[in-house]
């Protein structure tokens, strides 16, 4: 079975602080997605990773910023955290288009 | 870019009913289509998916439809049970080579009420 996991099931920290969310796979997976799951918005893409070190923007890209220095592993960077950066962060990843989820990080900016 | 439309936002039906949700979708070239179900204080997990060169494909209660000519697909539920409950995302994408960047509707809530 492939495993998503992330960091923190809960965060919560201030506006101004710099903020890191981990995502590992266990399966080898080239692909790697981050996005953001906030009410009647569906899931929003962040950015995404083609390969190690590879990354590419996704449809909201601004605020945040990636980093996979690892094939298994990815992270979410939220350079000064803003209030309406609260949301629910889900992690994924992928051999081709079939993606698998993370259990997801629900960050609180306050 | 990709545009998937959901419908409707929120479903509730009695136990033993079927739901449908529908998805439309922008892109004639995306030819890859999966449901995901994703249940409270969890990520979305793959249900079914079905690919552009098949019109409907069943997994015991749960069926999805493809309208290629109409750009719309839709999720079939039968005989509903509580355990359904839960939110639906359909989505959109190419497939293979640089096209596994999924699209997604904006949800289904769907109710199963015993």
């Known amino acids: 079975d492939v495993k998503v996991t992330q960091s923190s099931r809960y965060l919560v920290k201030r506006t101004g602080e710099k903020v890191f969310l981990e995502c590992v796979q266990d399966?080898?997976?080239?692909?790697m997605f981050w996005y953001r799951q906030d009410p009647g918005l569906g899931l929003r893409l962040i950015y995404f990773?083609?390969?190690?070190?590879?990354?590419e923007k996704g449809d909201i890209p601004e605020g945040y910023s990636v980093s996979r220095e690892k094939k298994e592993r990815f992270s979410l960077i939220l350079e000064s955290a803003s209030t309406n950066q609260t949301s629910m962060y889900l992690c994924?990843?992928?051999?081709?288009?079939?993606?698998?989820f993370g259990p997801g990080t629900r960050l609180t900016v306050t | 870019g990709e545009n998937v439309e959901q419908h409707p936002s929120t479903l509730s039906v009695q136990e033993g009913d079927s739901a449908v949700i529908k998805c439309t979708y922008s892109d004639s070239a995306s030819n890859y289509f999966p449901w995901y179900k994703q249940e409270l204080g969890k990520g979305p997990q793959l249900i079914i998916d079905i690919r552009s060169n098949v019109g409907e494909k069943k997994d015991q209660r749960i069926a999805v439809t493809l309208n290629k000519t109409a750009k719309h697909f839709s999720l079939h539920i039968t005989e509903t049970q509580p355990e359904d409950s839960a939110v639906y995302f359909c989505a959109a994408s190419g497939w293979g080579g640089s096209n596994y960047k999924l699209t997604f509707g904006k949800g289904t809530l769907l109710t199963v009420n015993p």
């Open positions: 994924a990843s992928s051999l081709t288009n079939e993606q698998y």
């Open positions: 399966m080898d997976h080239e692909n």
């Open positions: 990773s083609y390969d190690v070190k590879m990354k």
